[in-house]
């Protein structure tokens, strides 16, 4: 009988995470690390991504650190190129680079537009489809992709419009994908709530931070480690019979958490 725990492991899996470097990304590499899985880290800045690998060598896992723009398409073939040269197998997905800040929709510029929806999405969909195949390819023949998404995908917000959409997008294309790649990949996404990271500090003053643990009803910010463990379970066995899922990490909002000026009085 296996240990009720053993189904929560990646033992001998191989695992891509994006924006690997910091916040929700390293969190998540460094659980997964702990739960067993070699790590694919993917992110621009070199030596945020060697801090996140040190960690998860300290764990007894391998860690493959490969700088990548998940803006420019040849980078991401060269991420999977070279993740297989490393690891010649691929398990799991994290598609967790993304964000845009909130801006009215009348300052945000098409050009703009297209470039949170480009990051948020497109860049998703294009290493998702350059993954798969190695998923059912690899010893199981299955795979599981997780999609960072956001609870401002899900709950409309003044200022969200480029954002928001794009993550709302995000969602939709998980389900999306789920339908297509069952029953061989496992696709889910996270709507993340406000959770503390370089990210969240951008836009964090002492009196936003206030309204926004006011607003969530289990009166505090997330931790990236909320995030982390998501994310852990959604990939591994014990969700074998969950995919087209979002699982919302977000404290229990029900609206936004974030007061922003409409456009006309
Ligand atoms: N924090 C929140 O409150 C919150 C809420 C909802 C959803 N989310 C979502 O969670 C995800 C992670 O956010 P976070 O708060 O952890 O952000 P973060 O702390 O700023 O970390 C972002 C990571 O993504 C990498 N990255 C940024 N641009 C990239 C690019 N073009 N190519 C490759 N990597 C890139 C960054 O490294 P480099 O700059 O070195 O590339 C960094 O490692 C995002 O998708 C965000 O939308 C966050």
């Known amino acids: 009988m296996p240990n009720l725990f053993d189904q929560f492991r990646l033992d001998g899996q ?15 590499a460094r659980t997964f690390a702990e739960a ?32 990548t723009d998940v803006m420019k398409n040849d980078q991401l073939e060269n991420l999977v190129t070279m993740a297989l040269e490393q690891f010649s197998t691929l398990d799991i997905l994290v598609n967790n680079a993304g964000g845009y800040p909130p801006k009215p929709a009348l300052h945000t510029t098409p050009e703009e537009f297209d470039r949170a929806f480009h990051f948020n999405v497109t860049t998703a969909f294009a290493l ?5 195949p190695h998923m059912v390819a690899n010893k199981s023949g299955q795979g599981s992709i997780i999609n960072i998404s956001s609870v401002a995908g899900h709950k409309p917000s003044s200022c969200f419009a480029a954002y928001g959409t794009a993550k709302s997008a995000l ?7 789920a339908e297509e790649f069952a029953p061989r990949v496992r696709v889910n996404a996270i709507a993340v709530g406000s959770t503390r990271t370089e990210a969240l500090n951008t836009v964090l003053t002492p009196e936003i931070e206030q309204t926004m643990v006011e607003l969530t ?21 014990a969700a074998s019979y969950i995919t087209g899922d979002i699982l919302n990490i977000n404290g229990g ?10 456009a006309f009085d």
């Open 14 to 28: 191989v695992a891509v995470v994006t924006g690997a470097g910091r916040g929700i990304g390293a969190a998540i």
């Open 36 to 67: 067993g899985a070699d790590l694919v880290l993917a992110a621009r800045t070199p030596e945020q991504l060697e801090e996140t690998a040190e960690h998860v060598r300290s764990l007894g896992r391998k860690a493959v650190v490969i700088p």
């Open 128 to 132: 998702t489809r350059l993954c798969v």
């Open 171 to 177: 969602s939709w294309l998980t389900r999306e994908l």
């Open 217 to 237: 009803p289990m009166g505090r910010l997330g931790e990236v480690q909320d995030i982390a463990l998501g994310a852990l379970y959604l990939a591994s066995p």
């Open 253 to 262: 909002m029900n609206r936004l958490n974030m007061e922003m000026p409409r």
